[in-house]
């Protein structure tokens, strides 16, 4: 069985090996071009080198059976690791936006303006972009559990003490302070699982860790929403919101005193391993690294370097822009068209994040199964904008408002885990630490610009209609991106 490289560096390096390690046969075949999609043929070499990139392309697309006898060891792992992590995520994503619904009641009692509401809301994102790198490389230096521990459990009570905000200075500052505490953990757990997963599954393990995302819309709105509601009599002296984020916030300074006892730092120290699993896994993670593109990064500043790397940073910033608008402004999008209880706004935010959740799975499975990973994020992209779209045309119907969210909502959200493949074929072990939260942190730069658009257009034009155009925009954009990225150089 033959197993094809592709390698990107100011062209296209195509090398062809046997899997097996005793056979040392290698065909090299360079092609030299400048837009990867067009490549020229030399002609004393052209037929040879059309059916070469005819068999490239066709292999690049197949995905890759896991080899005989890792079936047991993958599923072992998988139960280990992604039912706490996923937990973990899932309150890692609402402690972040639980504000949105926090906003209903708290602006009225500390008379705040939607813009302050904006800033606040994504100035979160500007700590956030300013320790991701930072962070991920103490991970790799220190090691995933005691760090993931720390930030865990510094997040935690940050967004508990959210609840003595009195002043949109203290707002802003708490918020900040709460983004640098989180800016490490989803690069790291993303760095952090390419220790234990090979590439060809990556798409499933990571869209089974990333469905924390809409789940936690589906858990954490009809919650939030309930909370507000019962605690709106100020019981203990606390208004709603603030039982809100006392009881959100809370458990995952619990979560994080249990990461030292539930991970390991790698595949060598996981005591829940035989060593017969540690050797053939540890074999199987050197093949595919070594299978990675030889022109990959290898270093920090050459990854600072690496126009893929800002490439698909845009592109993540385009997918967020649509997430975040959506985390922030549905329960407010939902209240404008007519509904004023905590609790039924709640469970109608549910509906949104139960469909992404679903459809997440099913284009995850969908996109390992192929081995096709641009089109993939190319049509959820496309179905987030046009969601988008149908509800700011028809903000005063709440049916089909909610109808656009939902449309918009599985576009955007199942656009995350379906994008973080595509940076497999660019980036090798030694450069994933940094290159990982170069990309998240470029990205999480809509969290701060989004909630503020949205914020500012609705106070300048009393509707968030515009801003839904303009955020469908950006979600066009990423796509088109998407296309410009090699299908040689991400599919497998």
């Given at each position: 069985m033959r197993k094809l490289d592709i390698c990107i560096k100011s062209g296209l390096h195509f090398r062809t090996h046997r899997q097996h390690p005793d056979d040392d046969s290698v065909k090299t075949l360079t092609l030299e071009c400048v837009d990867p999609q067009m490549v020229p043929v030399p002609r004393h070499w052209g037929r040879l080198a059309h059916r070469l990139l005819e068999r490239a392309m066709t292999q690049a697309t197949r995905?890759?059976?896991p080899p005989d006898g890792?079936?047991?060891t993958y599923r072992k792992i998988l139960w280990r690791l992604i039912p706490f992590l996923f937990v973990c995520n899932l309150f890692n994503y609402l402690d972040r936006v639980?504000?949105?619904?926090?906003?209903?009641q708290m602006l009225r009692d500390l008379g705040m303006s939607q813009t302050v509401y904006g800033l606040g809301a994504g100035i979160f994102f500007i700590g956030y972009l300013a320790c991701g790198v930072p962070s991920n490389l103490i991970l790799q230096r220190i090691g995933a559990r005691r760090w993931v521990a720390i930030m865990m459990v510094s997040w935690g009570l940050l967004s508990t003490c959210l609840l003595f905000v009195r002043t949109p200075a203290g707002f802003y500052t708490?918020?900040?302070?709460?983004?640098?505490?989180e800016a490490g953990f989803f690069p790291g757990i993303l760095l952090y699982l390419t220790r234990w997963f090979p590439r060809d599954r990556h798409g499933r393990v990571t869209t089974v860790f990333m469905s924390a995302?809409?789940?936690?819309g589906v858990l954490g709105g009809p919650l939030s929403g309930w909370i507000l509601g019962y605690f709106s009599a100020g019981q203990g002296g606390l208004a709603g919101w603030q039982w809100m984020f006392l009881l959100q916030g809370l458990p995952t300074v619990l979560l994080g005193n249990g990461v030292w006892f539930l991970l390991s730092d790698g595949v060598q120290e996981a005591?829940?391993?035989n060593p017969q699993e540690k050797q053939a896994l540890a074999r199987v993670l050197a093949d595919d690294e070594a299978g990675k593109p030889a022109g990959a990064s290898t270093s920090l500043r050459a990854v600072l370097c690496n126009p893929a790397v800002w490439l698909l940073g845009t592109v993540y910033f385009c997918i967020q822009s649509g997430v975040y608008a959506i985390n922030f402004w549905l329960p407010s999008i939902i209240q404008d068209s007519g509904v004023t209880d905590p609790v039924r706004i709640g469970l109608m935010s549910a509906i949104p994040y139960l469909a992404a959740a679903v459809f997440m799975v099913l284009m995850g499975r969908s996109a390992d199964r192929r081995g096709e990973r641009r089109w993939h994020l190319v049509i959820p992209l496309l179905m987030g904008a046009a969601g988008l779209c149908i509800a700011a045309s028809v903000t005063d119907n709440l049916g089909l408002a909610l109808f656009g969210m939902t449309l918009a909502t599985m576009g955007a959200v199942s656009g995350l885990p379906l994008f973080w493949p595509l940076t497999n074929g660019f980036l090798t072990a030694?450069?994933?630490?940094g290159g990982l939260a170069l990309i998240n942190s470029t990205g999480q730069v809509a969290g701060f610009v989004s909630p503020y658009l949205v914020g500012w257009i609705k106070d300048t034009t009393h509707s968030t209609q515009l801003a839904l155009y303009v955020l469908a925009g950006a979600m066009l954009l990423g796509a088109a991106l998407v296309l410009r990225v090699p299908a040689c150089a991400v599919n497998q």
């Open positions: 995905p890759l059976p890792m079936g047991p639980n504000v949105g619904f926090a906003k209903l708490l918020r900040l302070l709460t983004g640098a505490a995302i809409p789940i936690s005591s829940w391993l030694a450069a994933a630490a």
